[in-house]
């Protein structure tokens, strides 16, 4: 509507008018799937990424800025602007055969800006849900989707691999569809080239009387870890072959960025664009990524899991080349995205996120003092913690504030529970927070320390962002008040979506997954 209402009052008034009331911007939204804290050149890592690293040095680098620590909650959250808590989603992620999908009376993103008159493309990985067609982006405010409902597929045959758990059997089908049609052409096509291909295609076709918002959400740099050979042969050095492919792998998407940059000027769209590169969690150390000096990994609460690598670029930012140290987090997006566009958030349910706008193109203070991570009462690491497993004083000790629990009133926060909050510089976990420990490079010599868990931890983050010393028992009244904050959250929090698979979901020997209900 306002980009309609913009070519109206052009048409209108004079044509030097019209260059000062300028268009809204196009969107250009990559979203990186677990890449790491230690996975970007500008971060000092061994892999080099130049696109990013040059780009964001003529941008803005968010260094403070939040992810969800899993798939599908931090795309549920930047869609929806809204916390896990809020839809239900606050449990690990959709799985294939699990029968829901964001609720679909959540308004997100895309319909906001497709009713604002933005033409809107999501190319690459969906995985907010698709058991019924209402579910798929096409239904939810996309004009065109090329990509994958589902996540984990290979990067060639685009096929993925998933247990069925009632059915008791183990299905390989392809995942990759053109709109809501399956498509069959693709197979032996790097991902990460296919969608950038798309996605160049997209810019390229682009008409530009109407603002573009597309959102590339690639594959890369997700297990599992495939690459063509050009992309690996710089790192022969790297000896850790899971490191060395993953490497590669981060290469490819770094000359992705490139690409998807230079059909933006080609096409003449970049003078009036932002380019958004965001992660969208803590890089998967199981599978080559990285997030030292930081504790953790994907599927942890700790910084290894939540704090993401972002920056913005594009010439419509007011003070590019600025390193952003502002708090901000993945929900942001959609109300600095929607400010920029001129829309409303009119039709959204009620936003837990802020509008960074000023913050990232001025360096403006941050409107954000709080962020919650997520409170998870089902939480469990399923993957492999060598040393760091939830001890077992841990579990007694939870086991103990259980007990203590029914002393206190009902209004206080169960601390057996996986939970974090940030507050300004303070962060306090609870429960398990996932993997606790500082995992090193591959080969690196450098080494890492483990310390004694505890149900209930703080650490101050800004000036201890390795989380290394924990200081609950000097502020007792601070942890008091955060643990309110928690159980405020908590008492407002939808139940927990996690159903059982559906065997109706299986797609049989030669189908492709998609909606089944
Ligand atoms: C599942 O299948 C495996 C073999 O594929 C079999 O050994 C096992 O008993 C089955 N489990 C159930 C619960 O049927
Ligand atoms: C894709 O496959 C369909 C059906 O197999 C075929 O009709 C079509 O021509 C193919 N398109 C391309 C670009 O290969
Ligand atoms: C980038 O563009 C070049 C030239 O079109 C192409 O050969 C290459 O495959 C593209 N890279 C990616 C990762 O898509
Ligand atoms: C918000 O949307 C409602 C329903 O579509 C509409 O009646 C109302 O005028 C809108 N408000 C604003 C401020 O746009
Ligand atoms: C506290 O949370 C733990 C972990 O979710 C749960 O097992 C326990 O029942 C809860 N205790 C109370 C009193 O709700
Ligand atoms: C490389 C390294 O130092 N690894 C250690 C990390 O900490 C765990 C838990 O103390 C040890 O088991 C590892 O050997």
Redesign the pocket.
């Known amino acids: 509507m306002a980009a309609r209402k913009l070519e109206t009052l052009c048409f209108l008034l004079a044509a030097a008018a019209c260059v000062l009331a300028k268009p809204p911007p196009n969107i250009v939204f990559v979203l990186a799937d677990d890449f790491g804290w230690n996975d970007v050149g500008y971060h000092g890592s061994e892999i080099r990424t130049p696109n990013l690293d040059l780009l964001s040095a003529r941008g803005v680098r968010l260094e403070n800025y939040y992810v969800q620590p899993l798939c599908t909650p931090s795309r549920n959250q930047l869609m929806t602007g809204r916390y896990q808590i809020h839809t239900g989603l606050q449990h690990e992620i959709i799985w294939p055969c699990q029968p829901y999908c964001v609720p679909l009376d959540e308004k997100l993103l895309p319909q906001i800006l497709m009713e604002a008159g933005y033409r809107t493309h999501a190319v690459g990985k969906w995985h907010l849900g698709m058991y019924q067609r209402a579910c798929l982006p096409t239904h939810r405010g996309f004009h065109t989707f090329f990509g994958y409902l589902t996540g984990s597929e290979d990067y060639y045959s685009h096929q993925r691999c998933s247990f069925i758990t009632p059915l008791n059997l183990s299905r390989c089908a392809l995942d990759l569809r053109d709109g809501e049609e399956v498509a069959v052409n693709f197979t032996g096509q790097?991902s990460?080239?296919?969608?950038?291909?798309r996605a160049?295609q997209i810019i390229t076709g682009h008409t530009p009387d109407e603002p573009l918002f597309l959102y590339v959400a690639l594959q890369a740099v997700h297990a599992p870890l495939q690459v063509p050979k050009r992309f690996i042969e710089p790192y022969s050095f790297i000896q850790n072959e899971h490191r060395r492919k993953y490497a590669g792998m981060v290469a490819?998407?770094d000359?992705?960025v490139?690409?998807l940059t230079?059909a933006l000027k080609d096409a003449g769209l970049w003078d009036n664009s932002l380019l958004i590169f965001s992660t969208d969690n803590g890089g998967q150390t199981l599978s080559g990524g990285n997030n030292w000096p930081l504790r953790g990994r994907k599927w942890t609460l700790w910084e290894g899991g939540v704090r993401g690598v972002a920056f913005v670029s594009g010439p419509i930012i007011e003070q590019p080349g600025a390193v952003n140290q502002e708090l901000m987090h993945i929900s942001d997006w959609l109300p600095t995205i929607v400010g920029l566009a001129g829309a409303s958030t009119n039709g959204t349910k009620p936003l837990d996120g802020f509008d960074m706008w000023d913050t990232i193109s001025r360096g403006t203070a941050s409107p954000r003092v709080e962020l919650l991570h997520n409170i998870d009462p089902l939480f469990m690491d399923m993957s492999p913690c060598p040393g760091g497993d939830a001890p077992e004083e841990l579990v007694q000790e939870s086991l103990r504030s259980v007990g203590r629990q029914v002393d206190l009133r009902a209004s206080e926060f169960n601390t057996s529970v996986h939970a974090a909050l940030r507050f300004r510089n303070w962060k306090l976990l609870t429960g398990y927070p996932g993997c606790p420990l500082w995992i090193p490079p591959p080969g690196g010599s450098r080494m890492n320390s483990s310390a004694a868990l505890k149900p209930l931890m703080l650490f101050d983050v800004q000036n201890d962002p390795e989380e290394r010393e924990e200081i609950s028992h000097q502020h007792p009244e601070l942890v008091s008040f955060l643990l309110k904050r928690l159980q405020f959250y908590q008492s407002q929090a939808k139940p927990v979506q996690f159903p059982p698979d559906d065997p109706r979901c299986d797609p049989g020997p030669s189908g492709a997954w998609g909606p089944w209900q």
Request: proline share 0%; hydrophobic share 40%; charged share 15%.
């Open positions: 790097y990460t080239e296919l969608f950038t291909q160049t490819a998407m000359e992705a490139g690409n230079l």
